[in-house]
């Protein structure tokens, strides 16, 4: 009878440790139910909550797109025109050789002429063009490219000193293109003294030819036969004192 007692006592407790774990079993299950439950809510919040930063991005970019780019545009364009005041040169000279045919460089040129006015090149800078054609080119529009530029630059008053054929020249000193060289050396003082090597319109000497000049002769300049080249000073060249000097330096 005991141990009928004893078996039944061991059976119940079997079946309340059963019943425990199984309750326990079920908690868990609950929580674990409940921590999934919790995490997808917070992914589905998180997904929604970037779906609805990206959308108010897009309508932000569709609303405001174009203020946005000028915005950048004028902010560019500030950067530019800044760096162009910090880094821009002061010019000190503006030449024209035009039907000169050298060989030479325009930018070799630039840098001789700054030698010889004996500026810093960090700070001055110079502009040779040898490259302009009135006559000696089979192209028009070239021709005339070329003549709008030597217009247009002299009517701005940007031109300094100008070379090109004899016949050229004098056409142009008709509109009163071109300084009186005895007025600005004086008469004892122009590099070069021989009459012969002198452009000489009514008493007024407005050039001198090239093949007088050792500096545009060593460019190779206007070896045409039929012509001679001639430079002279324009009348309202922005940079006269300049424009003297560099005519010394091709007569030495």
């Known amino acids: 009878m005991g141990e009928d007692t004893a078996i039944s006592d ?3 407790q079997d079946m309340n440790n059963t ?48 203020l946005i780019m000028a915005g950048l545009v004028m902010a560019a364009l500030a950067v530019y025109l800044l ?20 060989p030479v ?17 960090g700070q001055y800078s110079t502009q040779v063009l040898n490259s302009l054609m ?10 005339m490219s070329s003549l709008s530029r030597f217009m247009a630059d002299i009517g701005s008053g ?15 000193d008709e509109s009163g293109t071109w300084a009186d060289l005895k007025e600005l050396f004086g008469e004892e003082d122009l590099p070069v003294q021989d009459e012969n090597d002198l452009l000489i ?28 080249g001639a430079v002279g000073i324009v009348y309202n060249a922005p940079d006269q004192d300049n424009a003297v000097r560099y005519l010394r330096y091709l007569s030495e």
């Open 158 to 172: 940007k031109l300094d000193v100008c070379a090109m054929r004899e016949d050229d020249f004098i056409k142009y």
């Open 105 to 121: 460089s325009e930018s070799s040129m630039e840098s001789d002429a700054l030698k010889a006015l004996e500026l810093d090149p």
């Open 19 to 66: 019943h425990t774990k199984s309750s326990n079993n079920k908690s868990r299950n609950n929580k674990s139910r409940n921590n999934n439950g919790n995490i997808s809510s917070d992914s589905k919040s998180r997904n929604i909550n970037n779906r609805n930063i990206k959308n108010s991005l897009v309508y932000f970019w569709v609303d405001y797109k174009w």
């Open 201 to 228: 319109v009514d008493g007024r000497v407005i050039g001198i030819y090239t093949d007088a000049l050792p500096a545009l002769e060593g460019y190779e300049c206007y070896p045409q036969e039929d012509c001679r």
């Open 83 to 102: 760096l162009t005041a910090v880094l821009k040169k002061d010019s000190a000279l503006y030449v024209m050789l035009i039907d000169a045919h050298t």
């Open 10 to 12: 061991k059976g119940c």
């Open 134 to 143: 009135f006559t000696d080119t089979d192209s028009g529009n070239y021709a």
